[in-house]
């Protein structure tokens, strides 16, 4: 019976050294599966602070083109804004343009002399007919511009001729051949002019 006694002991001492060894193996089974879990979940953050960092890129990105393209909407509107003020400001550039040469004709026609007192009359009509277009241009902005006596601007003057006269200063119109005109601040026909040397 002691024999039995001992065996029994025996079997209790395996068991609770099984059951120790079980408790311990499934102590490390549960440390093995947290390690895995921390793993997963370190490994999911990392994945989700990769993505949070690609989707602040991408918008970064998004808002300065969206920036880019505001600024081209906007200049785009102001260039429109300036060219219709210029085509409203020169709407009638071309059509004196086409008329200065009539100018030029009926000044011609004005500086014949004549003596016959019909053809004066018909001389006194050109004048007033040259007036009336003259200062329905000059309404649309059309300036004279004054040649003789200034000095020479290749931006409002053409030299066609040098003159060497005492009377004038270097670099001064002597005379205008043709004459220039402006419209508003733009010029559409610079002055023909004799200049002093």
């Known amino acids: 019976m002691e024999n039995k006694h001992k065996d029994t002991a025996d079997l209790e001492g395996m068991n609770d050294t099984v059951q120790e060894e079980a408790a311990e193996r499934e102590h490390e089974d549960s440390n093995a599966l947290e390690n895995e879990d921390q793993?997963?979940?370190?490994?999911?953050?990392?994945?989700?602070?990769?993505?949070?960092?690609?989707?602040?890129?991408s918008l970064t990105d998004t808002e300065n083109r969206l920036l880019r393209v505001q600024a081209d909407f906007e200049n785009f509107k102001r260039r429109t804004r300036e060219d219709q003020a210029?085509?409203?400001?020169?709407?009638?550039?071309?059509?004196?343009?086409?008329?200065?040469?009539?100018?030029?004709?009926?000044?011609?026609?004005?500086?014949?002399?004549?003596?016959?007192p019909q053809a004066s009359s018909v001389l006194q009509g050109v004048e007033m007919v040259y007036r009336q277009l003259l200062e329905a241009l000059k309404s649309e902005g059309l300036e004279v511009i004054d040649s003789e006596g200034a000095v020479f601007d290749p931006n409002l003057h053409q030299a066609v001729m040098q003159v060497q006269d005492e009377e004038y200063e270097s670099n001064v119109v002597v005379e205008t051949l043709q004459k220039g005109y402006k419209l508003k601040d733009r010029v559409i026909r610079p002055a023909m002019v004799k200049v002093n040397q």
């Open 39 to 57: 793993a997963a979940e370190s490994s999911e953050a990392a994945v989700e602070d990769s993505r949070i960092s690609e989707l602040e890129a």
């Open 86 to 116: 210029a085509q409203l400001k020169y709407k009638s550039q071309s059509l004196i343009t086409q008329l200065l040469p009539a100018l030029d004709n009926f000044e011609r026609a004005m500086d014949v002399k004549v003596e016959d």
